[in-house]
């Protein structure tokens, strides 16, 4: 049996950008046009009752920024679209990075005043690895902005990928007058105004020349021949060098206006790919075997790629967020973790519309579906419906911040272990637990990130915590080539071992030489800044 028909409407995408780019914005226009919400919640407006559909967590709420991927699902011109929010903040990186494995396309939000930002660079570099094809859109026109020239010159430089117009705008902050659509050959005036529909925009063919000449004067004669000199600069639209992630189709907009905004999803059902392909390791007679498995395949195979706790602050629950790779899911299915062996009988099964959850009648691959775990799943591990595989490739980065976690009231040990052990398996911050005893250490890749934790575990587990610093700036997974080597390095240096959330062996480093007088003392010691899930694939020794 095939599901190629299912498999082909979907699409699943990540929306990333520098914080305040307008990523979360557009994420509720996309949603407010494909029906999926009648209303868009400002993410300015902080205090009011309404905040952005895809920020839910309290702090989220007070800071107006997004800490936390979210997953939104919506129907569009027959088209399941799968879209993930990831936070812009880049104290938040690990979680966005994580994310990226989980999608097919990304569309990368641009500031069109600032252009590209420190944090868009990051994440342009996580994608050019993957080669995930990209989609831009260039924000904010009604502003006073940067000419769109530019933009795109910036965007090429930074991408090292060659932009292709798709939209170009006509004039800008007060004087913006609206998009010519090159796929269309029309012209799209702007009107201000939040609550306006892509049908109450008035569009005129570019047929009309002598009309529009007439009612835009210079601003429209400026965009011609800007246009003129971009589309003659620009490569034409090459499909396959988009998939590839060798060029990036080029869109303008306001999203706070709803403008620009259809274009793009019109985009992402015309353009962007559907489910691919994904690479698994086979275990025959416990030796790996590299697999390709096929979206359409019939058997169902997913990969964890973010759990998060309590979502849902009446019920304490957690949810596996899965990315499915193949086959279909139905509910009541028997599952499987691979790295346990263990069955998995979810009993209710989501999609998502940020907070809101709707129980799964079926899903299929490019689908993100959540089940409620007590525990037992962690990032990065593969369900399947039987078959032994494994995919690989969910990075966990070496932390460079930490910090020692001391408990006020002694009397909350249990709730203080039971948080960090959910925290540190959803990835919020990654938990090391000294061999030799003593508090639990916190590492993070950004300040921000203990933060985030510190009012977690007071709001969702009841335990107020101190955070003090402590002498490591790092840490290093560590494997060996034998169980007796292993045993001299750790029994030389007991005081600097320590455990992860996944039970995997590491060494916390004190400075940068620590590793490589550790290295030359014992060089069959493999120290890793990189970990996949669970100990698996380590990167390479570094």
């Known amino acids: 049996m095939t599901y190629a028909n299912e498999t082909r409407r979907r699409r699943t995408f990540a929306i990333i950008s520098h914080p305040d780019a307008g990523k979360t914005t557009l994420t509720e226009k996309l949603l407010l046009f494909s029906g999926a919400i009648q209303i868009a919640g400002s993410v300015k407006a902080r205090k009011a009752s309404r905040h952005a559909t895809s920020d839910w967590m309290e702090i989220e709420k007070q800071r107006g920024i997004s800490v936390a991927s979210s997953v939104m699902q919506m129907l569009y011109r027959e088209h399941v679209i799968n879209l993930l929010d990831t936070p812009g903040h880049k104290d938040f990186s690990e979680d966005t990075y994580r994310v990226l494995t989980a999608v097919d396309s990304a569309l990368m939000v641009i500031d069109a005043a600032n252009g590209v930002e420190a944090q868009t660079r990051r994440l342009i570099e996580v994608c050019r690895q993957r080669d995930t094809p990209i989609i831009t859109f260039v924000n904010k026109m009604d502003r006073e902005v940067r000419d769109p020239l530019d933009i795109l010159d910036e965007v090429e430089r930074e991408l090292g990928m060659p932009c292709v117009?798709?939209?170009?705008?006509?004039?800008?902050?007060?004087?913006?007058?609206?998009?010519?659509?090159?796929?269309?050959?029309?012209?799209?005036?702007?009107?201000?105004?939040?609550?306006?529909?892509?049908?109450?925009?008035?569009?005129?063919?570019?047929t009309e020349q002598a009309q529009l000449a007439e009612r835009f004067g210079l601003e429209w004669q400026t965009a011609m021949d800007s246009m003129e000199l971009a589309t003659g600069a620009s490569p034409a639209f090459d499909e396959a060098a988009f998939l590839a992630g060798k060029q990036t189709p080029v869109f303008f907009g306001s999203g706070v206006n709803n403008f620009g905004v259809m274009e793009v999803l019109d985009a992402l059902v015309d353009l962007a790919p559907a489910p691919k392909p994904r690479t698994s390791n086979l275990l025959?007679?416990?030796?790996?075997?590299?697999?390709?498995?096929?979206?359409?395949?019939?058997?169902?195979?997913?990969?964890?790629?973010?759990?998060?706790?309590?979502?849902?602050?009446?019920?304490?629950?957690?949810?596996?967020?899965?990315?499915?790779?193949?086959?279909?899911?139905?509910?009541?299915?028997?599952?499987?973790?691979?790295?346990?062996?263990?069955?998995?009988?979810?009993?209710?099964?989501?999609?998502?519309?940020?907070?809101?959850?709707?129980?799964?009648?079926?899903?299929?691959?490019?689908?993100?579906?959540?089940?409620?775990?007590?525990?037992?799943?962690?990032?990065?591990?593969?369900?399947?419906?039987?078959?032994?595989?494994?995919?690989?490739g969910l990075p966990f980065f070496a932390p460079e911040l930490f910090m020692?976690?001391?408990?006020?009231?002694?009397?909350?040990?249990?709730?203080?272990?039971?948080?960090?052990?959910?925290?540190?398996?959803?990835?919020?911050?990654?938990?090391?637990?000294?061999?030799?005893?003593?508090?639990?250490?916190?590492?993070?890749?950004?300040?921000?990130?203990?933060?985030?934790?510190?009012?977690?575990?007071?709001?969702?587990?009841?335990?107020?915590?101190?955070?003090?610093?402590?002498?490591?700036?790092?840490?290093?997974?560590?494997?060996?080539?034998?169980?007796?080597?292993?045993?001299?390095?750790?029994?030389?240096?007991?005081q600097r071992m320590s455990l992860d959330a996944a039970g995997t062996l590491a060494y916390l480093c004190t400075s940068p030489y620590d590793v490589r007088l550790a290295q030359e003392r014992f060089p069959k010691i493999h120290f890793h800044p990189l970990r996949e899930h669970a100990g698996l694939a380590l990167g390479s020794a570094g």
């Open 165 to 206: 117009p798709m939209t170009w705008p006509v004039g800008q902050g007060k004087s913006f007058g609206g998009i010519i659509n090159l796929r269309t050959q029309a012209m799209t005036v702007f009107d201000s105004g939040s609550e306006r529909l892509p049908q109450d925009f008035e569009t005129i063919p570019l």
């Open 284 to 392: 025959v007679n416990k030796q790996p075997v590299v697999k390709e498995i096929q979206p359409e395949d019939s058997a169902f195979s997913g990969v964890v790629f973010k759990v998060q706790a309590n979502m849902d602050a009446n019920h304490r629950d957690r949810i596996a967020f899965v990315r499915m790779a193949s086959g279909k899911y139905t509910p009541g299915m028997k599952l499987k973790v691979q790295r346990t062996g263990k069955e998995l009988r979810p009993t209710s099964v989501v999609t998502f519309m940020s907070q809101r959850r709707e129980a799964v009648e079926e899903a299929f691959a490019g689908d993100i579906i959540g089940f409620t775990t007590h525990g037992g799943v962690q990032l990065g591990d593969t369900i399947t419906d039987g078959a032994n595989l494994q995919f690989t």
């Open 404 to 494: 020692t976690v001391i408990l006020k009231n002694p009397l909350r040990t249990k709730q203080l272990q039971t948080g960090l052990d959910q925290l540190g398996e959803e990835g919020a911050i990654q938990v090391f637990k000294p061999e030799i005893g003593g508090p639990m250490l916190l590492g993070a890749v950004g300040q921000l990130q203990f933060e985030v934790v510190q009012h977690r575990l007071k709001a969702e587990y009841d335990c107020d915590v101190r955070l003090e610093g402590c002498q490591y700036t790092g840490a290093r997974w560590i494997t060996a080539d034998t169980p007796a080597e292993l045993r001299e390095f750790t029994n030389a240096y007991p």
